[in-house]
């Protein structure tokens, strides 16, 4: 096991894997995200008190774990290449920098469109919408110090250090609504004992999640394996056509 790990260090090898990795994971994303939206839509019955206007929750509830996984999975890998120089941990962080920032604006447009008719307002001050808008801003931030320095293994550690210092905003997220009075209600999912959620809500929820997870990992392989066509095209395996099919 540790070989195989320390095997994905290795650019070529990762884009092997990578490549055998990427059509099983969107056929799995596609599958599951199908069904979310078809138990989330055509199965769940109508909320008591905000009838089907509830729905976009699928969407944005899921989305904004996304945003906070990303990051966290961005800064676990920026801590890898910063603690044991892997350029291929540097490498996934940079795929995931433009997938997780959509993720982030993703429930940032849906958390304002389901907020004007429940608060009657688009925006609001609120914590977690702040903090969340605070974290679309170390993505973009992460993703412009990238491209502003020109020399990459720089870039690579000024990028790693701004992931490492930012996710102390992740805990912030999460328990804004323990932390402050906000607009948004307590964690009804991962709170200790059962969900305060019935489970023909939950299904849907659960399935979208796994979908958005699914899609993540599939777009990531795909980013991963650009990236290292570009920065290895000098080298002799990426130069061979096999290589790059």
Known sequence: MFLWFHRLGSARYFFDFARRLTPWLGSLAAVTVITGLYLGLFVAPPDY???????????????????????????VNAAVGLIWRIKIAHLLSTAAAIVGASFTF???????????????AWWAWDARLTSELILLFLYLGFIALQSAIQDRSKAQQAGAILLLAGVVNIPIIHYSVLWWHTLHQTASITKFGMPSIHSSMLAPLLFMWVGFMFFFFYLLMLRSRALILEYERSSRWVQEAGAVK
Request: net charge positive.
């Open 49 to 75: 008190q905000q009838g089907d206007g509830y729905r976009i929750m699928f969407v944005h509830v899921p989305s904004a774990w996304m945003s906070m996984f990303i990051y966290v999975f961005m800064a």
């Open 106 to 120: 993703i429930t940032l447009a849906t958390g304002s469109i389901w907020g004007k008719p429940m608060w009657g």
